[in-house]
């Protein structure tokens, strides 16, 4: 939601438009909107999920006041294909859920004994995930990739003209009396804003009493989202407002996870977790391994298009079979990051807010982005075999 917010501020549409002068054809706007998108959905997933969207859509309607030509179906492709790179990112699920201190003992509490639970390690650092060497490679990879292929792509592409009408967040015209001009004081959300991003600052680089990664958390990122998106709206009622544009995209969300618990809770409390484990290692190497856990995770996704609840599905048994297999955890939770957001671009649930956004429709998209889950794929189990 607070991605969502984010992404419909001044600023960030500001950028965007400045942008969309670049992209005065499809090859040039499917180079810039993937190459962008992929930028900032490794900042935060929500936020470049719709960036993307919006993105695609200011293409289409410069492309529709300018009379040129545009293939839609490929840009909006583009505008997806951060759900990519997301799970590698700072707001991947796994890798932050798995950085808190303790959280991976807890994840196996009820399936380990104490001694088993003390063996375990505090917590994954993201230096050994994010930003470990493998998944620096590889993200870097697919940022040089991806754009430049989507670039051809477009390029070989007959394009169209697409007639589409701006659509903005405006702030009230009536007249402001009493206690509505606080919901539009600039002032009140720049202070509250600004105390925000101290706190995460000081909670974060000062307090600590050595700087370094362990403080990129669920609750700082979300905390973090919150102050830029008061700060970058400029008042309450404008970031009131998106927020109930954002909420509306998160309901099929909040359904599910119950569900995923559940599902969690079963395998746990039934012993599947052990099976599941059990035959793992029966079938797998200290180089196989990652791989059958990425693809697992790449059909996991199709079923739980969720990073948090398949992480909290998976990771007992990844965690339990890297035990048993004296394997590096760190690296098997990039494989499964890297599996869960490959088959995104199969699993058409993320990209509902981006087709209402830009009014097209999944058939239209797919076709690019199964280009971009298969060219993604191959870099992906490059990366787990070479290092």
Known sequence: ????????SQ???????????????TASAAFWVCLLTLLVSLFNWGLGLIFGAIFARKVAENASQNKWPLHYPIIGACGYSGLMVWHGGISG???????????VQSLMTGIYNKEELDQL?????FTDTVFSTMNLSVSIILLMTLPGMMYFIGKKSIAKDY?????????????LIGAERLDHSKLLAGILGAVVMSFAFYKSVILPESINLNFISPNFINFSL???????HGNFYRFLKAIDQAISGASGILIQFPLYFGIMGIMKHSGMIHSLSDFFVSISTEI????????????????????????????????????????????????LAYGDQLT???????????????GLKAKEILPYTLIIMLVGGIIFVSGLLIF
């Open 344 to 358: 995104n671009m199969l699993q058409p649930f993320w990209a509902l807010p981006l087709l209402g956004i830009t």
């Open 163 to 175: 007639q589409l009408n701006s659509v903005n967040i405006d702030s009230e015209t009536s007249k």
């Open 226 to 232: 919150l102050g830029l998106g008061i700060l970058f």
């Open 93 to 103: 699920s796994a890798p932050v859920k798995a950085a808190e201190s303790g959280h």
């Open 11 to 25: 600023p960030i549409n500001k950028g965007i438009q400045y942008m969309t002068a670049y992209c005065n054809n």
């Open 288 to 335: 196989s391994f990652p791989i059958f856990t990425f693809i697992s995770a790449g059909i996991v996704n199709v079923f739980v298009p969720s990073g948090g609840g398949q992480w909290a599905i998976q990771g007992p048994i990844i965690i339990e079979a890297s035990q048993q297999l004296g394997l590096n955890i760190s690296k098997n939770v990039m494989a």
């Open 121 to 125: 390690p505090d917590m994954l650092s």
């Open 1 to 8: 939601v607070l991605g969502h917010v984010l992404a419909l």
